[in-house]
């Protein structure tokens, strides 16, 4: 017979304590707060006042509601008050020593078959259990912060939890109008597994001045469509507490990527923890402020000085695929003169007839009128003929990833082009500095990576190789600003900044599903609902192409040389079988029957 939980104990008041405290008692049960420090008791009741007063002044609780739902709570500075209650569950600070004493004793005062459960995000359940006396009623029960918000429960057995807890412990998070993902008992679980790693990533490309901290954040907002950039997450999360997290981690898997990088460790010791204290990677308007203020790195207002860039009125575009006519249809749409050059004149109709098609959807939804459609229609010139781009002030090449064809391109457009024309490449993956390589003006040579499809994506990385000149930088930024797109510069190495974050992320997940772990629906589930991104690593995988994932993972294993970067076989096997995601019918999931 299932478990019916009706009183539930809460020991550790804190921010997440208190927060699931109140998920409890929204949904009418009978909640027991233990929290043994007294101020600590004082912030859990105001805590608890003032997020039911939020939620009444959004409409989502009426002031009889919220009453009744603080009224549900009884605060307490003993725990021998959980006597009676059929759950306890444990929200205490992540130290192991710490939750062992509270569970140990916690045993000793419940009745035989109350359950047990942790909060934990990355220290060992088993560990928990064996101290107790009931190790077959002890589940961690993982809940993301803020927890009346988020839906994501992580529910981790350890190899001796009875199976009918974890049934009834499921049930329960559903009754409680969560998502629960049931996995086994490692470091990070799932969500902080993938999340950290990732995050580990992007401070290190902070520290070793890649990117600045604003570039590296708002190519993953507007690159991949996540709510926060990964340094104004971990400045949300703590520094200190990012920190114990992935030595945790790294102590179980001794994956080097789960090191910490050593700027965590330098951050901490100048007491910069993030939010909490006022600074982190960013500056704030006081401790535990969202408010982001200036300080001596915030970027200049003002953007690049007229006298730093150059005249671009013309632009080429050397290819007629995808990316190439979402190119020409947004510099044509800014008012600019364009250039195209295909390979033949039926390849040329075809995008100019992609290119009407566009224009005309943009018309009938309301997002350009007839008139300005004709205009930017009539600014696109096709041609086969690489001698007309000779007047061009800037021409993009966007041809195939294939290193020796994009060479050849830029060594003809070396030739023809004028002096001081700019050349630049769309590559995602391959160097720069290769293409500038072919040519005999290397500082005229930039990245300017669109993201797909152009007219759609807001984002623009701008590559700087060791030779690009700094006017033509300054240009190619001032150029996305016409363009109203966001630039965010880097420097020449593979993945620039938003693959070189993504892809070791999502190999990640494939390892993880390689190793059975956790399913392709868990992972997705977990990373979508727990850390609010659009898409969980496996659709992602599969909308971008298995083949196309492979190529980039292994660019990036071959740069950097690091083991945890090496593609998961099971990747490499999809691909070989043919199975390469959506545009196949078959990838991660069979979408053949969809």
Request: aromatic share 6%; charged share 25%.
């Given at each position: 017979m299932a478990r019916e939980f009706e009183a539930v104990g809460v020991v550790g008041l804190g921010t997440m304590g208190a927060g699931i405290a109140e998920v409890f008692a929204r949904n009418g049960l009978r909640v027991v707060g233990v929290e043994l420090n007294a101020n600590g008791l004082d912030r859990a009741r105001a805590h608890l006042e003032n997020s039911t007063a939020r939620a009444q002044a959004r409409g989502k609780l009426t002031e009889e509601d919220a009453k009744a739902l603080l009224g549900r709570i009884q605060l307490s500075s003993d725990l021998a008050d959980l006597a009676d209650v059929d759950l306890v569950i444990e929200a205490v600070p992540e130290r192991l020593e710490l939750k062992i004493a509270i569970f140990a004793e916690v045993d000793k005062i419940v009745r035989p078959d109350v359950v047990l459960a942790s909060n934990t995000s990355s220290l060992s359940v088993t560990e928990l259990s064996v101290r107790t006396g009931r190790p077959s009623r002890v589940v961690g029960m993982h809940f993301f912060n803020p927890a009346p918000v988020q839906q994501l429960v992580e529910l981790v057995r350890t190899v001796v939890t009875e199976q009918d807890v974890v049934d009834d412990m499921a049930a329960f998070a559903r009754k409680l109008g969560k998502v629960p993902v049931v996995i086994g008992d490692r470091a990070g679980f799932i969500a902080n597994a993938l999340l950290f790693g990732y995050l580990n990533h992007a401070a290190k490309m902070f520290e070793e001045r890649y990117a600045s901290r604003e570039d590296i954040d708002a190519a993953m907002?507007?690159?991949?469509?996540?709510?926060?950039?990964?340094?104004?997450?971990?400045?949300?999360?703590?520094?200190?507490?990012?920190?114990?997290?992935?030595?945790?981690?790294?102590?179980?898997?001794?994956?080097?990527?789960?090191?910490?990088?050593?700027?965590?460790?330098?951050?901490?010791?100048?007491?910069?923890?993030?939010?909490?204290?006022?600074?982190?990677?960013?500056?704030?308007?006081?401790?535990?402020?969202?408010?982001?203020?200036?300080?001596?790195?915030?970027?200049?207002?003002?953007?690049?000085?007229?006298?730093?860039?150059?005249?671009?009125?013309?632009?080429?575009?050397?290819?007629?695929?995808?990316?190439?006519?979402?190119?020409?249809?947004?510099?044509?749409?800014?008012?600019?003169?364009?250039?195209?050059?295909?390979?033949?004149?039926?390849?040329?109709?075809?995008?100019?007839?992609?290119?009407?098609?566009?224009?005309?959807?943009?018309?009938?939804?309301?997002?350009?009128?007839?008139?300005?459609?004709?205009?930017?229609?009539?600014?696109?010139?096709?041609?086969?003929?690489?001698?007309?781009?000779?007047?061009?002030?800037?021409?993009?090449?966007?041809?195939?990833?294939?290193?020796?064809?994009?060479?050849?391109?830029?060594?003809?457009?070396?030739?023809?082009?004028?002096?001081?024309?700019?050349?630049?490449?769309?590559?995602?993956?391959?160097?720069?500095?290769?293409?500038?390589?072919?040519?005999?003006?290397?500082?005229?040579?930039?990245?300017?990576?669109?993201?797909?499809?152009?007219?759609?994506?807001?984002l623009v990385e701008v590559v700087s190789t060791i030779s690009t000149a700094p006017d033509v930088a300054a240009t190619a930024r001032s150029l996305c600003a016409t363009l109203n797109k966001h630039a965010v510069s880097c420097g020449d190495r593979a993945g620039f900044i938003v693959n070189a974050l993504l892809f070791p992320y999502l190999n990640d997940a494939v390892k993880m599903l390689e190793a059975h772990y956790a399913s392709a629906d868990d992972i997705d589930a977990a990373m979508k609902t727990g850390c609010a991104l659009p898409m969980g690593p496996f659709e992602l995988l599969d909308v971008v192409g298995l083949d196309v994932s492979l190529a980039i993972e292994q660019t990036l294993y071959q740069e950097f040389r690091l083991a945890g970067y090496a593609p998961a076989p099971l990747l490499e096997h999809l691909v070989t079988a043919g199975r390469l995601g959506r545009k196949t019918g078959q990838g991660f999931r069979d979408y053949s029957s969809r």
């Open positions: 907002r507007f690159g991949c469509g996540y709510p926060m950039g990964p340094l104004a997450l971990l400045d949300l999360i703590g520094l200190d507490t990012a920190y114990e997290i992935l030595m945790t981690m790294y102590n179980q898997s001794r994956n080097i990527t789960h090191v910490p990088t050593p700027v965590f460790k330098q951050m901490m010791t100048a007491g910069l923890l993030g939010r909490k204290s006022g600074r982190g990677f960013y500056t704030y308007d006081g401790p535990d402020s969202s408010k982001v203020v200036d300080d001596a790195h915030t970027p200049k207002a003002g953007g690049v000085a007229e006298d730093q860039v150059r005249k671009v009125a013309t632009v080429g575009v050397v290819g007629t695929g995808t990316m190439a006519t979402g190119i020409v249809e947004v510099l044509a749409k800014a008012g600019l003169d364009v250039v195209l050059r295909g390979r033949s004149a039926g390849k040329n109709q075809a995008a100019l007839n992609t290119l009407k098609r566009s224009l005309d959807k943009a018309v009938v939804r309301g997002r350009l009128t007839e008139e300005a459609r004709d205009e930017a229609f009539g600014r696109v010139h096709a041609t086969v003929n690489f001698e007309d781009m000779a007047e061009c002030d800037l021409v993009v090449e966007a041809v195939a990833e294939e290193l020796d064809v994009k060479r050849a391109v830029f060594g003809t457009l070396d030739e023809v082009c004028k002096p001081g024309a700019i050349l630049a490449s769309t590559t995602s993956s391959l160097p720069v500095i290769e293409c500038a390589a072919a040519t005999s003006r290397p500082g005229d040579v930039v990245g300017l990576h669109f993201f797909n499809p152009a007219p759609v994506m807001k």
